[in-house]
């Protein structure tokens, strides 16, 4: 016997979406049922009340026990989890919403059998194919270019961690990560992290024209890659005091991101290929930059923001910005 609720009786006033759980404890409490998670994939979805996408009658009843609205009018029915990652898919709501809650707020991020044993699931399969489409759900299609004061600099990834001694050499066992971070008074603001191939001025102008709009500030070390930012139409501003190792003093915010990626690919992945690290650095960025609106990062993990478009891995190779 199905259960009919009729939804969209909402104003039509412009409605915030719902709001986003603040700790575990009432993470747990709110979404302990299939039916919690279906109205709040609902509310998500028609914050302004619900609208059939065929003839825009504003009512409609749940019906398959919640799981899809059908209009009072033409009877159209939609599900609540269509272009969503939910959709069509066999793992109950709870634990989506439970895995998407743990990748967005868990800081070093989350191995698939961490997931397994969080869930209590069955099959290792199952969570690993979870997350990867939750990090595929990380890339961003938009990738406006962050601005303001910025810091630039480069790191090594991979190898023997080494000084950079007297010159910036090229080490084929290791990966060029280039950072540009937004300064924010005595705070840090957006990041973005690119791969490049060299240290050379054509890689790292490269990076910062694709990550950092013109006109913005922007801080780097003396190294002359970075020269012909002024001629690119940057405030280029170059320190040229000091040995390289003192980097970390000059800029330490863009050095706690290092430290902070540095510990999650060693601690949580034990190291990542090199084909690989370009996804793992959008996962970073996605979940850094949304370190204080877990709700958005939430919301768009899990598909419900409308925006997300198929998974693009177009950029990801090369050395644009990411995030
Ligand atoms: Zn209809």
């Known amino acids: 016997m199905a ?3 009729v939804v969209g009786r909402r104003k039509r006033t412009a409605m915030p979406r719902p709001d986003f759980p603040r700790t575990l404890g009432e993470f747990q409490v709110r979404f302990s049922t ?11 979805r028609w914050p302004d009340g619900y609208r059939c996408p065929r003839c825009q009658h504003a009512e409609a009843y749940s019906v398959a026990r919640g799981a899809l609205l059908q209009c009072r009018a033409c009877r159209y029915q939609i599900s609540v989890t269509a272009g969503t990652v939910m959709h069509r898919t066999r793992v109950p709501l709870r634990d989506w919403f439970w ?3 743990l990748v ?4 070093p991020g989350f191995s698939a059998l961490q997931l397994q044993r969080q869930l209590g699931l069955g099959r290792y399969e199952t969570a690993w194919t979870m997350l990867q489409k939750l990090r595929r759900a990380m890339i961003r299609p938009e990738r406006d270019r962050i601005t303001g004061i910025v810091e630039v600099d480069e790191t090594y990834l991979g190898g023997v961690e080494e000084g950079r001694g007297g010159g910036r050499r090229r080490d084929s066992s290791k990966s060029i990560v280039v950072a540009a971070v937004e300064v924010r008074g005595r705070g840090t603001g957006r990041i973005r992290l690119g791969v490049v191939p060299d240290v050379s001025g054509q890689s790292l102008v490269g990076f910062v024209e694709a990550a950092v709009a013109p006109g913005s500030t922007v801080r780097t070390d003396g190294w002359q890659g970075y020269a012909p930012l002024t001629q690119r139409g940057y405030d280029h501003r170059p320190t040229t005091q000091g040995a390289p190792k003192e980097a970390a003093a000059l800029f330490p915010r863009i050095h706690r991101v290092f430290t902070h990626l540095k510990t999650w690919i060693w601690g949580t992945h034990r190291g990542v290929s090199k084909k690989h690290l370009p996804h793992y650095l959008n996962e970073f960025v996605f979940r850094f930059n949304r370190r204080r609106t877990p709700m958005a990062a939430f919301q768009s993990l899990l598909g419900l923001t409308g925006q997300h478009s198929a998974t693009t891995y177009r950029g990801l190779y090369d050395a644009e910005s990411t995030g």
């Not at 299939?34 to 994939?41: M, S, T």
């Not at 967005?104 to 800081?107: N, Y």
């Open 3 to 5: 259960r009919y609720v």
């Open 34 to 44: 299939e039916d919690a998670c279906r109205r709040y994939l609902r509310e998500s």
């Open 99 to 101: 895995a998407a809650y």
């Open 104 to 107: 967005t707020t868990h800081t």
